[in-house]
Nanobody, 119 residues
Framework: VQLQASGGGLVQAGGSLRLSCAVS????????IGWYRQAPGKQRELVAH???????YFADSVKGRFTASRDNAKNTVYLQMSSLKPEDTAVYYC??????????????WGQGTLVTVSS
């Protein structure tokens, strides 16, 4: 499984950006896709997650401002970010994972895309 993230950039506070994550390879094995972010000096944190059956989770810090969607025909997942704040500044990564019947989980990561929100 390969993931290609794109869409980051510089935006003013209150602005919007849409991140894309194109997934290729053995997509049928994927159980879920998530968006993580890592700000300088901080741990990577989960921002949003879409499960195979379409359930979507958002971290409390982005609820009401971020939405997530997927286009199965394009094997692409999107993270629409609105009302951006300076504290949203981070490198955003998309993640896909598969879980075998044994319970073994395998994670796949994209290369990350930088989002910078200026005040």
């Amino acid at each position: 499984v390969q993931l290609q993230a794109s869409g980051g950039g510089l935006v003013q506070a209150g602005g919007s950006l849409r991140l894309s994550c194109a997934v290729s390879g053995s997509t049928g094995s994927i159980n879920g896709i998530g968006w993580y972010r890592q700000a300088p000096g901080k741990q990577r944190e989960l921002v949003a997650h879409i499960s195979r059956d379409g359930n979507i989770y958002f971290a409390d810090s982005v609820k009401g401002r971020f939405t997530a969607s997927r286009d199965n025909a394009k094997n692409t997942v999107y993270l629409q970010m609105s009302s951006l704040k300076p504290e949203d500044t981070a490198v955003y990564y998309c993640n896909a994972y598969s879980v075998r019947a044994s319970g073994l989980r395998t994670d796949y990561w994209g290369q990350g895309t930088l989002v910078t929100v200026s005040s």
